[in-house]
């Protein structure tokens, strides 16, 4: 049975920067999909107004995770193009 413990995923994001990206290709769909989520549950009356507090929030970790796991790939990329003609 696999759980997805966040502090072990943490430990293991904290061993390379691919498994890190990894992370965050996994976490920036997530946090989307429960923003889209939480917004129906809103429009259909299951959540309450404050409920799109945290919708927001998780939208805009998304929108962070997304950010920062371009400009980890895109660093990756330079050093390894200035590693190669170094």
Request: positive net charge; aromatic residues 6%.
């Amino acid at each position: 049975m696999v759980t997805h413990d966040p502090l072990r995923l943490v430990l293991i994001g904290a061993v390379t920067v691919l498994t890190g990206v990894c992370l965050l290709l996994w976490a920036g769909p997530q946090k989307f999909g429960a923003f889209a989520l939480v917004g129906v549950g809103v429009l259909r009356d299951l959540f309450g107004p404050l409920a799109l507090l945290v919708a927001f929030f998780d939208l805009a970790t998304a929108l962070l995770c997304r950010l920062t796991g371009r400009r980890l790939v895109s660093r990756a990329g330079a050093a390894r193009t200035v590693g190669a003609g170094g």
